[in-house]
């Protein structure tokens, strides 16, 4: 459907030396060789005669149907624009072949498939008749459309690796344990958790690159490189004992090798021995303090059991919820404000038991009074605490969303608009949205490709032009004032 822009030949300097006493036998052979497929068409466009060539007999069968019929009614609608520019271009030139223009139109074939031909027109004597000259690039459309899966194969790779990325990543995290991932040779660290950085002590760019030993005592590193060695040698090793430099803290250090992309990697454990450390101490006396800004936040939070049962929750929540401060929402179901129905905790809790944490969900929050606002909701689930439960943050975002303002017949301009609808709209209306979207932009492309012309418009969507003026005002597409251009 592209323009393939106009060709500048090269034409012989003296054919009337060489090509003189060529007779028409000759001459149609040589079209015959030269292009896949060949049509003589007369002053009106009316294909008169056709030539494929003998490869191209064998892939397309018999056209011969083709002959005596307008060569505009054997292309698809939307390449008819494109004949129509091609024999107006060259009855204005008169005749002459330089600057000719080609153009790729697809013709309809049996079986719902289509044929691409890139055509270029070529004048035949004075009397008006015309030789379209075409290449079959059904070999190209193939190619494309194989490069076209390949790349949507590599995009699908590409997006499971970085799921895969992102539960390692998860995981990696989320652990209690201090894991540190080192070279197997140099002992450079390649990567460490949250826990690793805050046992170590840390900053965060100070550990990565530097070796592992040196986070050790001098006591503990002849005894470390004994263990690394065997890991190395035999793919694990029993546990050891070993002192960091920051503190002496005792730890348990255990060593295990795995290979990725050929490079031997040391995933390194380091475990804590004896009771509790003053680190442990230090967050506990810091609990109270967490407790208070979490009631000072000006975002709702709100602690439930595993079934969405409120256990507790923040000023801010019960403020949004705008109930009467003798109401408590201790005891009572999420779901009662939750949502349009019971669906979307249904769909939180769903989602928190499978993957333990979810980020930025969209939904609504109703009132006490009804009024739904929009939110966004990051949870987190905790279930091998004292007591089970889970963790809701709820922001307020109605002042980010645009207004609705539907009785204006303004459109979602993009599918992430409308995906963005779903549990503020029923299924109907956000059906409904797509429907008019779709609607709206086929009649835009008609218009552009008719260069505004309505009644070839309405003809290419198969509308009466009153349903076509109808729908112009329905959208406001254009000015409707004005005078259509027919």
């Known amino acids: 459907m592209q323009n393939l822009g106009t060709s500048t030949d090269q034409l012989f300097e003296t054919p009337q030396l060489y090509f003189a006493d060529l007779d028409a ?23 008169r005669d056709l030539s494929l060539s003998s490869g191209q007999a064998h892939e397309l069968g018999d056209l011969r149907s083709w002959v005596g019929r307008r060569w505009i009614d054997t292309v698809t609608v939307e390449s008819r624009p494109k004949i129509s520019s091609m024999l107006a271009g060259a009855a204005a030139e008169g005749g002459t072949p330089a600057g000719r223009v080609e153009r790729q139109v697809n013709h309809p074939l049996a079986g719902g498939q289509e044929l691409p031909v890139s055509y270029s027109l070529v004048p035949m004597g004075h009397q008006g008749r015309l030789l379209a000259l075409g290449r079959n690039l059904s070999a190209v459309a193939a190619v494309q459309q194989r490069l076209v899966d390949a790349q949507q194969s590599m995009e699908r790779d590409y997006l499971r690796l970085r799921h895969t990325e992102a539960r390692y990543r998860l995981l990696f995290e989320a652990v209690d344990e201090s894991l540190l991932v080192v070279d ?29 030993i040196e986070f050790l005592t001098v006591e503990s590193q002849a005894g470390a490189y004994a263990m690394f060695s065997q890991a190395r040698s035999a793919g694990r090793a029993d546990e050891l004992s070993v002192q960091l430099i920051n503190g002496g803290t005792e730890l348990k250090l255990a060593a295990s090798l795995f290979k990725q992309d050929s490079t031997s990697l040391l995933l390194l454990r380091l475990l804590q021995q004896g009771p509790a450390t003053s680190q442990g101490a230090t967050a506990a006396a810091e609990a109270p303090s967490l407790l208070s800004v979490v009631s000072a936040m000006p975002d709702a939070f709100v602690l439930t059991d595993m079934q969405g049962r409120i256990l507790s929750a923040n000023p801010a929540f019960v403020e949004m919820l705008q109930l009467p401060g003798n109401e408590s929402v201790v005891g009572q179901s999420l779901d009662r404000w939750l949502g349009r129905s019971s669906v979307d905790l249904n769909v ?32 987190v689930s905790v279930p091998d605490g004292p007591r089970p439960c889970l963790g809701f943050s709820i922001r307020d975002v109605t002042r980010r969303l645009p207004a609705d303002n539907r009785a204006s017949r303004q459109l979602p301009r993009s599918a992430d608009q ?32 008719t260069r505004d012309n309505r009644a070839s418009a309405a003809e290419m969507l198969g509308l009466s032009r009153q349903s076509l003026y109808v729908k112009l005002r329905r959208y406001g597409i254009q000015d409707m004032g004005a005078e259509p251009n027919d």
Not at 190 to 209: D, H, V, W
Not at 423 to 443: N, S
Request: net charge negative.
């Open 418 to 449: 409308l995906t963005g609808l779903v549990g503020r709209l029923p299924l109907k209306d956000i059906v409904g949205e797509t429907t008019d979207l779709i609607e709206r932009l086929c009649i835009e492309a008609a218009l552009e490709l």
């Open 184 to 212: 197997a040779v140099s002992l450079t660290v390649f990567e460490y958790n949250a826990a690793a950085a805050r046992l170590l002590g840390e900053p965060s760019k100070r550990i990565l690159g530097r070796s592992v």
């Open 25 to 47: 036998q000759v001459m149609a052979s040589v079209v015959a060789a030269a292009a896949d497929l060949a049509l003589v068409l007369d002053s009106q466009g009316v294909i």
């Open 348 to 379: 939180l809790i769903s989602n928190l038991r499978q993957h333990g944490v979810l980020r930025l969900f969209p939904t609504t929050l109703r009132s006490g009074y009804g009024e739904p606002g929009a939110i966004e909701i990051s949870a």
